[in-house]
């Protein structure tokens, strides 16, 4: 069964004539919804509007629309108010592959001059296009059709969708719903093969590619990316590289190339050089978009989705960033292999980390069962993108997240980094887990079973011999604390965890 296409814009975009190009070529059906809306209503759109208001009109057009959700190979052409509705664009997205036509406020107000079929015309035009206008943006894929070829932007429609079809049969595609900039991740065996369609999938095709990377990845870069003149801009490894004079090293190369707002920077590495190649992307030019490409286990489950970026200063860890949403992350599951046993076990913390904060099936299965990676990426994943999707900018559920990771960035920052990121997060696993038993908010003592986890994938489950004052005055730079003072990520029990201020005296014990 082929999928739907769904065109929505503004009147007067050309949405109706695109429409029957479309159909044609792919032998689909169309579907004007205004016109079945006035067949089932058995009167015109200006009579309905006129006799009975816009909200009835709304409730059959969303009556008209659910008639279609078993239907496929469709063409269906929406009015220009349909999408800004919440349950007729729930609704649409359930339907199929949603395209937005693109019309400039000038071409839309000179077509509509000559035009007498706007049930709203008493709404002002300008007001009513910069209103909408972000909300179309925001539902479908953005199709330019300013040049007025309508054949081209049918054609332009066809490429897009046959690229989507043929890469979602080839990989896992996973939508992270952010509210304003939302997202794919492309996740399988062998996914790195899929870049050129990927850039495709999101529209960056045009765009000139540049590769932020380590030395130590010179392989995985020659063997799998490098099929082109792509700039290559090479980066500590490490912590070491999380910096200001990485990022103006960075910077210093894309000038030197002459890098436009139309360049697409590919983070490939593991977390270190994802936060600094977005940090540096979120700057240049007010911002250039990036595709995340993890090649570490930690950083495929936790740093590459939710557009986290920043750099180390000495006083801390993160305590320089930007919110740098990227525009795909592509998780290549066969990078996996290439990992020492102690990397890919850094990783495994941040997955029983996602288990403890909201899924207690998957902390089981950990316990007893020996996942694939794809499945184990994927649910870990599943937790982190519901807790970003309903707060992106980290200013409640999100901090979630950090379960383990205020004891974490004060153990590296006092280690000076010779702990791992992922053991120091398993340490503070067990740290965040004693203090909720200590203030009387665990509910389900689990602690043995954290330990038998952790001890199973080679995790530390002890702190080293650091000074408790410089740990705590590290925590007390941590992005968490408030007027009222430093705030820790506790569980409850397996699957839910709270925040709350805790006194400096509690944060070790006795």
Known sequence: MKANIILIGFMAAGKSRIGQLLARKLDYKLIDLDLLVQERAGKSIQDIFSQHGEAYFRDLELAALKTLEKARSLVIVTGGGTPLFFSAAQELKKLGRIYFLDASFELVSKRLEKSNKRPLAHVDLYERYYFRRPLYEFLGERIDVNHQEQERSAQEIIDNFLERQNLEEKLAVIKVPDPFKPYEIFLGHDAINYLDSVLNYINLNKYKLVVVTSERLKDILLNNIITKNILVIYVKDGESCKNWASVEHIHNKLFEHNCTRHTVIIALGGGTVGDVAGFAASLYMRGLPVIQVPTSLLAMVDSSVGGKTGIDISLGKNLLGSFHMPKAVLINT??????????????????????????NSLFDDLLHKTLEPQELIRRALDVKINLVARDPDETNVRAHLNLGHTYAHAIEKVSDYRIKHGEAVAMGLVQASMLGARLGVLEED???????????????????????????????????????????????????????????????GS
């Open 446 to 508: 689990f602690l043995p079973e954290l330990l038998k986890l952790l001890k199973r994938y080679d995790l530390p489950i002890s702190m080293p011999d650091l000074d408790r004052e410089k740990l705590i005055n590290a925590m007390k730079l941590d992005k968490k604390k408030d007027q009222q003072g430093l705030k820790f990520i506790i569980p409850k029990k397996i699957g839910h965890v709270v925040v709350q201020q805790v006194e400096e005296a509690d944060i070790f």
């Open 334 to 359: 066969s990078f996996l292999k290439t990992l020492a046993p102690r990397e890919y076990a850094c990783g495994m913390a941040e997955i029983i980390k996602h288990a403890v904060i909201g899924d």
